[in-house]
């Protein structure tokens, strides 16, 4: 393969940093920046140093570039250098992780979806009956809300290490007080501990809740984010399609 690519490198249409940059939208900086990092094969270099392109440079930089709206950045460059160095292998492992996690940030979704479908509009814990309150505080204690979710106190106080819920104290007693919001995301946190995700899986995903000031704001998100997920399948596919047209050419 290195002797084929070398081939290649010596023949065809002889392009300079500036024709490169400007078939490409990017500074000639740009490009010598991305030689530098093994996105690019080296280039080779005129008698007064100034470096030369071929086509084969041209169609690493749009592999390259169609790869990034898939993998980002960072993945992107690592699938190239490794192309370039001969470790195709290696870069098929990376475009499967890549695919791994988007499979994976389309189970989380689905997870989220299912979870929101087994709450119920109030913002009682469960089908049980309202937890207690606590005079004057407009919240619930540790008891009852784990009652009517029916798991144990102790679950909570777990859930709370792990920033699922954060519940104040009560000044005068000491205990915990659950307001609405804590309650919104116990149940949350209880469903998907029901579907099987694990606590540092959750977490993730009640940041979220809290960031979008709820579930309603949540589930008007969740077409955005069927669109994003759907947006990076798309570019994969491209970014795999310019990948193989360059792996062909490097021969």
Known sequence: MVGSMGRNLQT???LRPVDLARGHGLSTQAVRNYEEAGVLPAAGRTPHGYRVYTPLHARALRAFLALVPGHGHRTATSIMQAVNRGAVDDAFR???ESHAQLLDDRRTLRAVESALRGLEPSTAPGPGAEPAAVPGSGGTFIGP????LGIRPATLRKWERAGLVRPRRDPRTGYRVYD???VRDARLTHQLRRGGYLLEQIAPLIAQVRAAGGLEPLEAALGDWHARLSARGRAM?????ELEAYLRERG
Not at 145 to 148: N, P, R, S, V
Not at 237 to 241: D, F, M, P
């Open 237 to 241: 596919l491209a970014g795999a399609a």
């Open 12 to 14: 065809g249409e002889r």
């Open 180 to 182: 609405e919001a804590d």
């Open 94 to 96: 990376l475009v499967d």
């Open 145 to 148: 809300l784990a009652q009517g």
